[in-house]
């Protein structure tokens, strides 16, 4: 009790520590303006990169070329390839009326076409077509002693060591030779493989006869073969209305298994930066970004020179630094796009019989997007460092720092049971269930299960015993008992910080009462709100005084008998305190009074009963 009576009547201030602190609050909310500064111009530098119509684009050209089906035969369309037959017929049909549009609807000429067919009206075909073969060659797999007499031939898949690098066919033309491989090309990441540049090389005309009888002449001189691994249709399209460059490749792979694969990538970048004056607005973004990371890095510099390794304790300065790599990526990223459209772009299309390979510049593009779309996620994960000084975000930050180690616990047996049935699924219904296919397939199929979305039909289908108990027991071990443990966690770490919070073992807000305090003289300043009174002031610091108290471990009767003394005290003083011995009035603590050791106090006590 004396100990809490000694608290309630506070101790000699610091000058110096409340100022330092002071100073440390408004450093700390400049620091937040500044950032707030920098997330709103990067915000307005990622939302200038992309823009709607880059969709649209996508969306029109993506309903040219896959869902257009061969005339006379409606269920022959890109996505629905499954042969060499339906392929061909797919590039004589569909695919050379899409490239190919000569006039307008009426069949008049409306457009100068210079020698360029205008898709849709609207998006100029850039040089060429382009179509690309890679093959395998023959003994790259062994064939068993058994069958042999019946095949004596294989094919593996493809690799780069199984590539043939020799000419083929009628070997008179380009389509027939090997083509060397770019260095700087990006390589392409397939379903059943991953294929370098090069292969075997034709590039389209600018007639649409001569393509047809240019498709004629492959097919019936047997261009695919049986070692035909992957086939790449390429060709780019510029629309000067939206400013916006569609990068199209096609691609069908043949695995050794036959058939055919089909998928496709539809890039719509905006490789002319500047244009428009909105344009020049978001380069001034990017210089203002460059500056900000300057800044920020000198600042980083000077906290890691000062507080050297205690500077990697804590997690936000981690965060901090990840944020400058990426931003640094970012910055390197977009300067060397810039550079390479300007070095490439005039030769693309400096010739309108050539192909012109955007793919390069649009595959670099596709990587600064994403990082800087990863940037400014990371970006916005910091705003929970500035807004710390509030109750809610700290009760959110507190849980989670409460139950990180029960977390982990839990995740280690939770993903031991998660992978032995990604597993169990991947070996019992991995050969006729899409959704097991892979063991990666098996674990997002497994997520999606959790969240509702599932294919009973097609396990119970695979297997009439196991794919019921394994779902059975899948959704009671991980939906019904893992989950509800994991909430579980959550939930009793959250009861137990609002419960501390509740008694006011909190940290304590003071930026939050800095912005509070400025906000309310601001307003005394401008009449809008009555000034605090004395009698305000004094409440308000016998309240902050108690929740001090409360995270310094009293317990709410300890407060309470020390709010009550301080009360009885300033009652005796305000009675017998008198003008005449102000020069000798010395303030007593409530334990001198309770002892009895002050005889001033006593005697005039004394003197009231008596009285």
Not at 261 to 289: G, H, M, N
Not at 320 to 335: D, K, M, R, T
Not at 343 to 356: M, N, R
Not at 429 to 436: E, K, L, P, R
């Amino acid at each position: 009790m004396a100990e809490a009576s000694r608290w309630h009547l506070g101790g000699t201030p610091k000058h110096k520590l409340h100022y330092r602190r002071e100073v440390e609050m408004r450093t700390t909310l400049q620091e937040s303006l500044l950032y707030l500064i920098f997330l709103i111009n990067l915000c307005i530098l990622t939302f200038g990169m992309v823009n709607p119509h880059m969709y649209y684009l996508n969306k029109v050209m993506s309903s040219l070329f896959l869902d257009t089906s061969v005339h006379g035969e409606e269920r022959i369309n890109f996505k629905s390839i499954r042969s060499i037959t339906d392929f061909w017929k797919f590039m004589e049909g569909p695919l050379l009326e899409g490239l190919y549009w000569d006039s307008w609807y009426n069949n008049k000429n409306l457009y100068d076409l210079k020698n360029s067919s205008r898709i849709y009206y609207e998006n100029i075909l850039l040089g060429v077509p382009r179509v690309r073969q890679l093959k395998v060659r023959n003994n790259t797999c062994k064939v068993h002693s058994s069958f042999q007499s019946l095949m004596n031939e294989c094919y593996d898949k493809y690799t780069s060591e199984n590539e043939d690098l020799s000419d083929f066919g009628l070997k008179y033309d380009t389509e027939w030779k090997y083509s060397a491989p770019i260095i700087n090309s990006p390589w392409h990441w397939g379903f059943t493989g991953v294929y370098r540049n090069g292969g075997y090389i034709f590039t389209l005309s600018k007639s649409k006869s001569e393509t047809l009888d240019k498709f004629i002449n492959l097919r019936m001189n047997s261009w695919i073969t049986r070692s035909t691994r992957v086939i790449f249709i390429d060709f780019s399209l510029y629309n000067a209305n939206v400013n916006l460059f569609c990068i199209i490749r096609l691609v069908a792979e043949f695995p050794a298994t036959g058939g055919i694969l089909t998928s496709w990538q539809f890039y719509s970048v905006k490789l002319l930066r500047y244009v428009s004056y909105y344009d020049y607005f978001i380069a001034s973004c990017e210089i203002t970004f460059c500056i900000f990371l300057i800044v920020f890095t000198t600042q980083e510099v000077l906290k890691i020179k000062e507080f050297k390794s205690a500077y990697f304790k804590s997690s936000w300065n981690w965060l901090e630094l990840l944020l400058l790599v990426l931003c640094f990526v970012a910055v390197f990223l977009n300067s060397y796009c810039n550079i390479q459209t300007f070095l490439l772009l005039g030769q693309l299309l400096k010739s309108t019989e050539k192909y012109s390979d955007f793919y390069f510049l649009a595959h670099w593009h596709i990587y600064y997007n994403n990082i800087i779309a990863i940037t400014i996620f990371f970006a916005w994960i910091k705003i929970f460092k500035f807004i710390s000084f509030n109750k809610t975000m700290s009760r959110l930050s507190s849980t989670l720092s409460r139950c990180i180690k029960d977390i982990v616990g839990f995740a280690i047996m939770f993903f031991i049971i998660f992978f032995a049935y990604a597993q169990l699924g991947f070996l019992v219904f991995g050969s006729q269930v899409d959704d097991f296919s892979t063991f990666q397939n098996s674990i997002f199929t497994q997520f999606r299960i959790v969240l509702g979305d599932f294919n009973f039909a097609g396990i119970q289908q695979a297997s009439r015993t196991l794919g019921p108990i394994y779902f059975i027991t899948f959704i009671f071990s991980v939906f019904f008992v893992l989950l509800n443990m994991f909430l579980a966690i959550i939930n009793d770490t959250y009861s137990e910080v609002k419960a501390d919070y509740s008694i006011g073992r909190r940290p304590d807000f003071e930026l939050g009462k800095m912005i509070k305090k400025s906000y309310h003289n601001a307003l005394e300043k401008l009449k809008l709100k009555k000034p605090e009174t004395d009698e305000d002031k004094k409440s308000r610091k016998s309240r902050d005084l108690a929740e001090q108290a409360r995270r310094e471990g009293f317990d709410e009767k300890e407060i309470q008998s020390a709010e009550q003394m301080k009360k009885w005290k300033e009652r005796l003083e305000k009675k017998y305190y008198s003008t005449e011995i102000q020069d000798d009035y010395q303030p007593v603590t409530q334990q001198e009074f309770r002892d009895g050791t002050t005889s001033k106090y006593k005697m005039r006590l004394c003197e009231c009963l008596t009285k």
